[in-house]
């Protein structure tokens, strides 16, 4: 009875996780994350989720809990300006931040616009809401 115990519990495992895959990619498409032509060659240089990490950190900034983001949070806005070098790459960020804002609950678009200039970056980030066209 062990084994089968064990057996079902490994079996609902397997199915979550490809569940969660499966969920990832659907919001790759849905996201804007792949192109929407199959012929698309282009690849965007970060995940929604890359960006989602590398900006955790200013969340209390963007939500004017903190009046400057933290050393943390400028170092992952950093990371992520560096890897926008294309119009394609901008839009992929702003499509990111939108949907960010939709998981994670609204935070002012104008603080979001004021990274580059509070971290010291030489980058413009949009000033995105969940009405944002991209």
Excluded at 6 to 13: D, E, P, S, T, Y
Excluded at 34 to 58: H, K
Excluded at 67 to 93: F, H, M, Q, W, Y
Aim: hydrophobic fraction near 40%; proline fraction near 8%; glycine fraction near 6%.
């Amino acid at each position: 009875m062990g084994a089968s115990l064990k057996f079902l519990a490994m079996l609902i495992f397997l199915t979550a996780c490809v569940t969660q895959v499966s969920v990832v990619f659907a919001n790759r498409n849905l996201i804007g994350l792949r192109g929407p032509d199959p012929n698309d060659s282009y690849i965007a240089p970060f995940l929604w989720t890359d960006v989602r990490g590398a900006i955790s950190e200013c969340r209390p900034f963007f939500i004017r809990m903190d009046p400057d983001p933290v050393p943390s949070c400028c170092a992952g806005a950093k990371s992520i300006a560096e890897l926008t070098k294309t119009k394609r790459d901008e839009k992929e960020l702003c499509l990111s931040l939108r949907y960010i804002g939709q998981l994670h609950g609204p935070f002012d678009p104008k603080r979001v616009a004021l990274l580059g200039e509070k971290c010291h970056i030489q980058f413009s980030f949009p000033p995105v809401t969940s009405d944002t066209k991209c």
